[in-house]
């Protein structure tokens, strides 16, 4: 069975630095990894979807990596804002649009 | 704003009641989903749709009640629900399921349901 997982759970930073969210899954069989962000009491933003076949995918300060053969994906945000405040979760396509999602990274930017 | 459009935004409901969450999108996606989230838990799926006929039931409890009436409508109704079904209940479309496997999900802001 499938099982994703988030570290950290929770961070805080203050506005301007670079951070890194983890990602990690325990079986490489995956079609592709997909990173959503929530906003409280909110539906799931897509953020990045990257292919089993490919390595990272870039939007503007975001970068996304994946290493299929050690079940890891990073999410790297760049000059982080307050805006960027959210829950980060990663997601793993097992199939068929099947996503198993991750725990969650609770960020807080602040000012 | 999102594509996918979930209404109503919040429903409260008794255990006797029955009710309909309602899901819309315009993006001529074939594919169509509902979740549901528990407070501070990741999303789980329950029921996948794709071209109008339902694909996927994750053994959800028969007082969910999927509809597909067309490619742009979800339904999700809901018959003599339990107060631990009370969460956000999420929509999601995307393109046609076989061939866009790499086609990323868009999810509707979703329906905080309340079961008394």
């Known amino acids: 069975k499938q099982e994703v997982t988030q570290i950290p759970a929770a961070l805080s930073v203050p506005e301007g630095e670079n951070l890194v969210l983890n990602c990690s899954f325990t079986d490489s069989a995956i079609y592709n990894l997909q990173w959503f962000r929530q906003d409280p009491g909110k539906g799931l933003t897509s953020l990045l979807l990257?292919?089993?076949?490919?390595r990272e995918q870039t939007s503007g300060r975001l970068n996304a990596s994946l290493d299929k053969s050690s079940g890891r994906s990073t999410l790297y945000i760049a000059a982080s804002q307050p805006g960027d405040s959210a829950t980060y979760l990663c997601?793993?396509?097992?199939?068929?649009?099947?996503?198993?999602f991750g725990t969650g990274t609770r960020l807080l930017v602040s000012p | 704003d999102t594509e996918v459009t979930q209404t109503p935004k919040h429903l409260v409901m008794g255990m006797t009641n029955k009710k309909s969450l309602k899901c819309e999108q315009h993006m001529g996606h074939r594919a169509m989903y509902w979740y549901k989230q528990k407070a501070k838990k990741p999303p789980e799926l329950m029921f996948v749709?794709?071209?109008?006929?339902?694909?996927i039931n994750e053994s959800v409890p028969s007082r969910f009640s999927p509809e597909c009436p067309n490619s742009s409508l979800l339904n999700l109704h809901l018959h003599a629900l339990q107060p631990e079904d009370s969460a956000l209940y999420l929509c999601a479309s995307s393109q046609d399921r076989s061939r866009g496997l790499n086609s990323p999900l868009h999810f509707g802001n979703g329906t905080r349901l309340t079961v008394t």
């Open positions: 997601a793993v396509n097992t199939g068929f649009q099947k996503l198993v």
């Open positions: 749709y794709s071209y109008e006929k339902l694909s």
């Open positions: 990257i292919q089993s076949s490919q």
